[in-house]
């Protein structure tokens, strides 16, 4: 059984930064294309980031790119999302989702093309 689960959510200053981390359990995260997504309240999942299963290739969406970095650990079969200059706007719950369908990157900042998804980590940040 596939599972995700996110960690490294909280509450902080806008500024400051967060670490957030995906672990798996049941696949490796270099079998599949990884993204991490947000929905704040009101508002429809954005994909923000993701990378590749082979070459760990990343992109980034406009709105996090410069800030946001992710990145995977094989070793403990991690992703992460390191999350800095952080703005009230940046107020969601965070998911980390992956797709095994092969196709370009960029598919993988589309909710509607992935495969299993964690619960979520909430994420505040206060102005």
């Known amino acids: 059984e596939v599972q995700l689960v996110e960690s490294g959510g909280g509450s902080v200053q806008a500024g400051g930064s967060l670490r957030l981390s995906c672990a798996a359990d049941g696949f490796l995260f270099d079998d599949y294309d990884t993204g991490w997504f947000r929905q704040a309240p009101g508002k429809e999942r954005e994909g923000l980031a993701c990378i590749g299963r082979s070459d760990g290739t990343t992109s980034y969406a406009d709105s996090v790119k410069g800030r946001f970095t992710i990145s995977r650990d094989t070793a403990k079969n991690t992703v992460y999302l390191q999350m800095t200059s952080l703005k009230p706007e940046d107020t969601a719950v965070y998911y980390c989702?992956?797709?095994?369908?092969?196709?370009?990157?960029?598919?993988?900042?589309?909710?509607?093309?992935?495969?299993?998804w964690g619960k979520g980590t909430l994420v505040t940040v206060s102005s």
């Open positions: 989702a992956v797709t095994g369908v092969l196709g370009p990157l960029v598919r993988s900042l589309i909710p509607g093309a992935m495969d299993y």
